[in-house]
């Protein structure tokens, strides 16, 4: 008895410490993540559409352009093309010549608060200078209950939250990688339930709750239910496989850099280096991309996101299935 106390005693040690290692690698990435790139933003590049044949409007963007990097001039052939860029969040707003020989800029702050405003900065204080009138119009304002866009990004990381924090319930009591094909089909059924009932509950808090999107409840309960679905299936598909210490990579990816990457604090243009982009492929940017999509701009710009979404849950039922036809008869041989 003693001996067999003294063997866990000395197995317990080693895990313990990894543990805590691995905790404390976590814990300072979050810290570098989430400070690094909120603690400056900095707007670089930000897409301002304009017409080719509007000379007045181009030389403005040009000029603007050659004194600061934060717009980024994006020619379009005729107003029409314009107005969609803007409407499928192609572009932040767009600059064309207005009444009384001045200049008009229409922007969507639904986009991204941060961004609109950086932009009504720039080409208010360059139309000032230069004595040109400037009328703004907010074609796709954000509703008043949420003036700085947020909403969908809070909604959106607790979706991912639950979905992950799913898995890893799943995992603790169950075994992270299921010992067959039908106990990896039944782990995937019961998270899909949870990922409907957790879709319906964040679409009921944001609306009969709070009060802010009443008239889109059975949207965003089908986006939640996807963003839910979506992070389940890939923490499960790698925990499958890499078990327990899969978790630390599932919070890296999703949270660690997830969240600051996903574009929902601040524009993708405001952060640094290879966070910019990221909200296009990893699972809390498509998740919040896709909301602003369907409430703001009626399914504009829903296409990838909602795909790549899609992608994300079918990858992870493939990891998972895969992970209990390998790993799992490993541990049901012995």
Request: no cysteine; charged share 15%; proline share 6%.
């Amino acid at each position: 008895m003693d001996e067999a106390r003294q063997r866990r005693d000395r197995d317990w040690a080693p895990r313990s410490i990894g543990l805590l290692i691995g905790t404390l690698a976590l814990a300072t990435a979050f810290i570098a993540a989430y400070v690094g790139a909120l603690h400056q933003p900095t707007p670089r590049d930000l897409p301002t559409g304009v017409v080719t044949s509007d000379q007045r409007a181009r030389a403005t963007l040009e000029a603007v352009r050659d004194q600061t990097t934060i717009l980024k001039p994006i020619e379009y052939d005729d107003t029409g093309a314009a107005e969609h860029g803007l409407l499928s969040r192609a572009v932040y707003a767009v600059l064309s010549t207005g009444p009384d020989n001045g200049l008009l800029l229409t922007v969507a702050s639904a986009s991204g608060p941060s961004a609109t405003s950086a932009i009504k900065e720039v080409l208010s204080t360059a139309a000032t200078r230069s004595g040109t009138p400037l009328q703004i119009v907010d074609r796709v304002p954000v509703t008043s209950d949420d003036p700085r866009g947020v909403v969908p990004f809070y909604l959106n990381v607790g979706y991912v939250l639950g979905g992950y924090l799913a898995s890893t319930v799943l995992g603790i009591s169950a075994g992270t990688t299921p010992r067959s094909a039908r106990r990896a089909g039944l782990r995937i059924a019961a998270l899909a339930v949870y990922s409907v009932l957790l879709g319906i509950a964040g679409a009921v808090v944001v609306g009969p709750v709070l009060d802010i999107w009443q008239h889109d409840v059975p949207t965003i309960a089908a986006i939640g239910a996807l963003a839910v679905f979506a992070a389940a299936m890939f923490a499960s598909a790698i925990q499958g496989w890499l078990g327990v210490a899969g978790t630390a990579l599932v919070i890296l990816l999703l949270v660690v850099l997830g969240n600051p990457g996903s574009g929902g604090i601040y524009a993708p243009e405001f952060l640094p280096g290879v966070l910019r982009g990221m909200h296009r492929w990893n699972i809390p940017g498509l998740a919040n991309d896709l909301t602003k999509a369907a409430v703001y701009f009626d399914w504009r710009s829903a296409g990838w996101p909602a795909i790549a979404l899609a992608l994300w849950a079918v990858a992870g039922i493939v990891g998972l299935v895969s992970a209990s036809l390998v790993r799992g008869r490993r541990i049901v041989a012995p």
